[in-house]
């Protein structure tokens, strides 16, 4: 089973070449000892509290927490239950490191989101293996997590991202009344790229112009993906439509300033035509009839010449 994402982005294939553990434990001459076993092929990171452990899992995001059951102040078990609870480091596999030999704390240990033990005094060959194993396992979960929630060409959220997110966004928006402005972004003529200039460079078109959307996305909430094709869904949560045209307006400058050359596009470069819409959620109206509604209005734009943005009005729901 794979999560559903908050927020799913290519990430480096690379993370098993030299994979980040973090080592928590109050005792130094335990961390040392568990230090040896790992440095040589992996970047290894320590703390000696578990403050200090959970400040650098949300910054950092290691690849695998060595956690130490009994430290003062905050116990392991309260530093694994933090990180679980957290969507930024829930993902983030625990393998206790324990001395304790009590059935009701090695339970508590897998209630709180540990995947493994690892007893002390340690085994350095059964710890390696364990966590060889696991970090294979976290690995895998990313690897079918990019998969099923990334576009492959551009890396950045594919259609099926993009329609989790957007429904989320749109119950949210519904409860709170609040607007939800949809546009869809489409590149023009870009059939005539790709006669013009061949398949590979209309690839590298379409990642640069995914690349330009999603950088002029800036507000925490806003989000962009790639339906298909050269059509690309920007979703503005909480946002009426004149600051939606203003935000496009900013999506629409990032792409011409990319300055691609198109002979047989609007002004000799690559441009796109933007529908938008935006909506106080209520009654029956539903996320596929907004997006049919922003389609409607790219239909306008690409009908009054392209290279532009045309604001819709939303039939059947109040205008945001
Ligand atoms: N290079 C490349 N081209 C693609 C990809 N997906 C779709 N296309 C091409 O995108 C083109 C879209 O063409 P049309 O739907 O006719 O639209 P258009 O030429 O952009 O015309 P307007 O949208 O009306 O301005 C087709 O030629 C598709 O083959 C892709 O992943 N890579």
Redesign the pocket.
């Known amino acids: 089973m794979i999560d559903s994402p908050d927020s799913v982005q290519a990430q480096p294939a690379a993370a098993m070449a030299r994979p980040r553990l973090l080592i928590v434990d109050d005792q130094p001459v335990n961390i040392r000892a568990l230090h040896q076993i790992f440095v040589g092929d992996h970047d290894v990171f320590m703390a000696t509290n578990g403050s200090d452990a959970i400040a650098f899992c949300e910054a950092s995001q290691p690849d695998l927490v060595l956690l130490d059951v009994v430290m003062p102040e905050l116990s392991g078990l309260d530093v694994c239950r933090a990180l679980k609870a957290s969507p930024a480091t829930a993902d983030i596999p625990v393998i206790f490191v324990t001395s304790l030999n009590d059935p009701e704390e090695e339970s508590a240990c897998w209630d709180v989101g540990g995947v493994d033990f690892i007893t002390k005094p340690i085994n350095a060959k059964t710890t390696r293996n364990r966590v060889r194993a696991h970090l294979t396992l976290k690995y895998q979960a990313d690897m079918l997590r990019q998969l099923a929630w990334v576009d492959g060409?551009t890396g950045i959220p594919n259609k099926r991202q993009v329609e989790a997110r957007s429904e989320e966004e749109f119950r949210r928006c519904r409860g709170e009344e609040l607007p939800l402005a949809v546009a869809v972004v489409?590149?023009?003529?870009?059939?005539?790229?790709?006669?013009t200039y061949?398949?590979?460079?209309?690839?590298d078109?379409?990642r640069s112009v995914a690349q330009a959307i999603q950088s002029s996305l800036q507000r925490a909430g806003d989000f962009a993906g790639r339906m298909?094709?050269?059509e690309f869904l920007c979703i503005f949560p909480g946002t009426p439509l004149q600051d939606a045209v203003k935000l496009l307006q900013r999506v629409d400058a990032a792409i011409r300033a990319l300055q691609l050359p198109h002979v047989g596009g609007i002004d000799g470069q690559v441009t796109v035509?933007i529908g938008v819409v935006s909506v106080v959620p209520s009654g029956d109206f539903t996320m596929a009839a907004l997006v049919e509604q922003a389609d409607r209005a790219l239909y306008q734009a690409?009908q009054q010449g392209?290279a532009r943005i045309h604001a819709g009005e939303v039939a059947a729901a109040g205008m945001a």
């Open positions: 060409l489409d590149i023009d003529y870009f059939k005539a790229f790709n006669d061949g398949h590979l460079a209309g690839d078109c379409l298909g094709g050269e035509s690409k392209r």
